[in-house]
């Protein structure tokens, strides 16, 4: 069985930081490409950062480039989303997925061709 479970998240004041984590269960982490989405009310389902745990290639959201990064664990199985220079627009609920089609390369961050999902993570950043 495949299976996400996230971790981390909260409340936090702007310019502070917050650390997510995915472990991610009944696969190799290598077979996967793993991303992290959120969605505040109202609005879409937006890829956030995208990574391949096969060659390490990763995607950014143009918004968090240089803010976020998103990093992985092979020996624990687990994805990382270190958030830094919160903003309060970055409040949503964040979602860690993985794309079982992707033999573990990057080739998407559209939210509806990732596959499985984790239980989901509210972030709320307060100005």
């Known amino acids: 069985e495949v299976r996400l479970v996230q971790s981390g998240g909260g409340l936090v004041q702007a310019g502070g930081s917050l650390r997510l984590s995915c472990v991610l269960s009944?696969?190799?982490?290598?077979?996967?490409?793993v991303g992290w989405f959120r969605q505040a009310p109202g609005k879409e389902r937006e890829a956030v950062s995208c990574?391949?745990?096969?060659?390490?290639?990763?995607y950014y959201q143009e918004s968090v480039k240089g803010r976020f990064t998103i990093s992985s664990d092979s020996a624990k199985n687990t994805v990382f989303l270190q958030m830094n220079s919160l903003k309060p627009e970055d409040t949503a609920v964040y979602y860690c997925?993985?794309?079982?089609?992707?033999?573990?390369?990057?080739?998407?961050?559209?939210?509806?061709?990732?596959?499985?999902w984790g239980q989901g993570t509210q972030v709320t950043v307060s100005s």
């Open positions: 009944g696969f190799p982490l290598e077979d996967y490409a």
């Open positions: 997925a993985a794309d079982d089609k992707s033999h573990g390369l990057l080739k998407t961050y559209q939210w509806y061709e990732y596959d499985y």
């Open positions: 990574i391949s745990n096969r060659d390490g290639s990763t």
